[in-house]
């Protein structure tokens, strides 16, 4: 990994990037202090859709019905007893 002052990476941008396409980190720094760093950014990976195993049944986007919301708006009931 390189440090390189603001005035010498103004200078040598094109160069700094070269090293960064080849994988080096490259240090900026102010006053001798280091204040940014260049990586290489990784191209994301394709993610494929449809993760969820099995099959959504035909309705799953529409409306619930009464019985159904009635059923997800009751109170949550646990068989475990508490102590």
Known sequence: MGQYNVQDAKTR???LLN???RG???VIAKAG???A???KIERPTKRRLGFV???LPEDFLE?????EL???EAPLTSSTPMS
Do not use: H
């Open 24 to 26: 080096e980190d490259v």
């Open 37 to 39: 760093r260049l990586v």
């Open 63 to 67: 409306p619930m019905g009464e019985e």
């Open 13 to 15: 941008l094109s160069e």
């Open 19 to 21: 090293m960064v396409e």
């Open 33 to 35: 202090r280091p204040v």
């Open 70 to 72: 009635a059923q997800w």
């Open 53 to 55: 195993k099995g099959r």
